[in-house]
């Protein structure tokens, strides 16, 4: 019987503990990349044109 009970209150844990974890994971979205694309930006006396390119990440990695 302490094993059934002890099986039901992990479980329970358990649920508990990955309702939380998946919570906290929000999905981040970059910037606009048709704006990225279309500006120049000056560093200096250097101007730059930046070229977006999509990196996922791997699940379970985003964090704030």
């Known amino acids: ?7 039901i209150i992990g479980l329970i844990v358990g649920i508990i503990i990955g309702i939380i974890y998946n919570s906290y ?3 981040y979205k970059g910037p606009n990349s048709k704006e ?10 250097n101007c ?7 990196h996922i990440c791997p699940s379970g990695t985003i964090k704030e």
């Open 1 to 7: 019987m302490d094993e059934l009970l002890n099986v």
């Open 36 to 45: 990225i694309k279309s500006k120049i930006y000056r560093d200096g006396e």
């Open 25 to 27: 994971n929000v999905l």
């Open 48 to 54: 730059y044109r930046l070229i977006p390119i999509i």
